[in-house]
């Protein structure tokens, strides 16, 4: 699921085209709706031509109003920038399009709005033209612009064709399995209590999942989610989310929060980042400037601590660490903006280097500038790793193939996760962590981001296949092999590994969920037990399967759930038989092997005073098994 976020001076038409596109008024306020202006965080969906379901954040175009727009635009996958016809771009049109270019916001749509206020045609190019010269230099210079009018419904088709492809072609947001609600709203739903909404990035939630509000650390569970106004079990990444958290007021949740499993992520009043100063600031930022930092839904005050330099002047970068007045959560690669509180005004931006620098550095030291550049670029255990979370479990040698480093820094990097225990074995086997030849290896390695995305891909086509077959135990191995787009050897032991972890049950042709059984009438199963009883009276003269469908109503999905529950045996496209059937056959093959050399066809048919057709079924079922071995026209036991 993604999200999209408005930008746009005030009065362009941000809310009237949202509600053209999804018919959805996301002025929720009765102030904003006097006033016919928004003024906090607005919020609507639409399924797009593809089928898939985004989330629209609506933000407020009034300068006055700017910090409640930065609390909307922090985890949105595309802008959609909105400039009126009759007025082109406007001051806050570039400001929301500089703090787009900071956040490196870099899909998103210019929709030009109010095209019906404008006769001539020619004019509409050059207000078209104006907008293009405007996005130059930023991160959205290449995007498409497209007219429109909300009253008369021109171009809203193109626009809402424009957002798929868009999103098509954007990476979806990583499961990166660490959740981070980013509470944008807190309210009170009588008869359940305290609910927030937000973005959810980098992970999933549960209904039930124990959970921790950061920055103060109270802890909940999660009574129930909605996605879009309906129920769901489970938030998936980049999607809009409304929690009901149990335990908790409204006063111990707030906006800026953010909502994740305890233990992992812990708050800082010190953040090592890599700065931009706006090209067009009004002057260079200094040491100990106090600013007010905005990042994901949060706003704190704090101050600047240049490091390596005195100043950084307009367009320029510079390492900085951020003092803040309170403690907030962030992780690594986290994007932020800095804005000054008199005039206001946003000054810059940039990313979370390192979100724990612990202590405050001396300023005009080599060595942090060195450490923090290494840092900016990643160390290569994290390069490797986020090279496998994208590419999911991996033989080593394609892993290396892919890995963005030298082979030898590769290898090294490579031991060192598996030692740490960030990357693991697949299957996992017990003390190991080195591989002997990594570029020859076959070995499959995952981490966890990477293991956590397939597991969830593996649970929901079982899941989805579980509802559509319910008389089913579980999907043929090789249906879910070509969905997963897996090579065999690949294949075969990530499904090792997912049983090993409880995840699913598997034989030798058919996966399915743990705990998935399947759930027959009981007429049904009076049918099965009916077929059963036949092959009880009878055990070397069974029904063949074309007799047998009769009995269970000709229902064919209760004889394939015989055979994959394990009541029934396959020993040929014509044979069935009881397992006891099969291993008391098997029992006295063993015995008489034992004190003759071989046996034939005919002397297993005579034994059992069964048909040719069952005897040369059980022999070659046995040949299969490793148990017996052909020489000619006799079996003998195999060593």
């Given amino acids: 699921m993604r999200v999209i976020g408005t930008a746009g001076h005030v009065d362009h038409g941000k809310s009237t085209l949202i509600q053209a596109i999804t018919g959805i008024d996301p002025d929720r306020l009765r102030e904003e709706k006097e006033r016919g202006m928004t003024i906090d965080l607005g919020f609507a969906w639409l399924t797009l031509p593809s089928g898939e379901s985004v989330g629209v954040v609506d933000v407020p175009g009034h300068i006055d109003f700017i910090k409640n727009m930065l609390a909307g635009v922090g985890g949105i996958d595309a802008a959609l920038l909105v400039v009126a016809a009759d007025e082109g771009a406007m001051p806050q049109t570039r400001e929301h399009l500089a703090i787009l270019d900071l956040l490196e916001v870099q899909a998103g749509l210019v929709a030009v709005t109010k095209a019906d206020l404008i006769e001539d045609e020619d004019w509409l190019e050059l207000v078209q033209a104006d907008v293009a010269e405007t996005l130059a230099d930023t991160v959205l210079a290449k995007t498409e612009i497209i007219p429109v009018s909300a009253l008369t419904g021109r171009g809203i088709p193109e626009l809402v064709e424009a957002l798929d492809t868009v999103l098509k072609n954007s990476p979806a947001r990583m499961d990166k399995g660490r959740p981070r609600l980013l509470v944008d709203r807190v309210f009170s739903v009588s008869g359940f209590g305290t609910v927030v909404t937000g973005t959810l990035i980098d992970g999933q939630l549960t209904v039930g999942q124990d959970v921790e509000i950061l920055p103060d650390g109270a802890r909940s569970r999660i009574r129930g989610l909605q996605a879009h106004k309906q129920k769901v079990e489970q938030a998936q990444p980049g999607s809009r989310v409304a929690a009901n958290l149990a335990g908790l007021s409204t006063e111990q949740v707030r906006r800026g929060d953010v909502v994740t499993t305890a233990g992992w992520l812990e708050p800082s009043q010190l953040i090592d980042t890599r700065l931009r100063c706006l090209g067009d600031a009004p002057r260079p930022l200094k040491h100990n400037q106090p600013v007010e930092i905005f990042t994901g839904s949060s706003e704190v005050s704090g101050y600047l601590r240049l490091l390596g330099q005195q100043e950084i002047p307009p367009g320029e970068t510079g390492w900085v660490q951020l003092r803040l007045q309170r403690r907030i959560p962030v992780v690594k690669g986290d994007r932020f903006i800095v804005r ?11 990313a979370v280097v390192d979100p724990l620098p612990r202590r405050r550095h001396r300023r005009f030291r080599p060595a942090l500038i060195k450490r923090l550049e290494t840092l900016a670029d990643g160390t290569p255990e994290e390069l490797l790793t986020e090279t496998l979370d994208r590419l999911g479990p991996a033989q080593v040698r394609d892993l290396m193939h892919h890995s963005p480093l030298a082979e030898s820094v590769t290898e090294s990097a490579l031991q060192s996760l598996l030692k740490a225990g960030n990357i693991f074995e697949i299957p996992t086997v017990n003390g190991s962590s080195e591989i002997p030849n990594p570029k020859a290896s076959k070995v499959v390695v995952a981490s966890k981001a990477g293991w956590s995305n397939l597991t969830a891909q593996i649970s929901g086509i079982l899941s989805t296949y579980h509802q559509a077959y319910p008389l089913r135990v579980g999907m043929l191995r090789g249906e879910l ?10 294949f075969n032991k990530i499904v090792e590994q997912a049983q090993h972890l409880q995840i699913v049950q598997a034989l030798d042709t058919t996966v399915w969920l743990k705990g998935h059984t399947p759930q027959f009438s009981q007429h049904q199963q009076r049918a099965m037990d009916t077929l059963l009883a036949q092959f009880g009276r009878n055990p070397f003269a069974t029904p063949s399967p074309k007799e047998s469908l009769p009995v269970l109503g000709n229902d064919e999905d209760l004889l ?13 496209s014509d044979v069935l038989l009881l397992p006891e059937t099969y291993e008391s056959f098997a029992a006295w093959l063993k015995t008489y092997l034992a004190e003759h050399d071989s046996v034939t066809v ?32 006799e079996r003998i036991l195999r060593k």
């Fill in 602 to 633: 005919a002397q297993v048919r005579d034994a059992f005073n069964t048909s040719r057709k069952y005897a040369l079924a059980l022999l070659e079922y046995s040949d299969a098994q490793g148990l017996t071995r052909r020489v000619g026209d």
């Fill in 340 to 350: 000054q509180a008199s005039p206001s005004l946003t000054i810059g931006g940039g």
């Fill in 560 to 572: 394939t759930a015989l055979i994959e529950t394990g009541k029934l045996m396959r020993l040929s």
């Fill in 481 to 490: 092999q070509s969905r997963l787009k897996l090579e065999t050897g690949l």
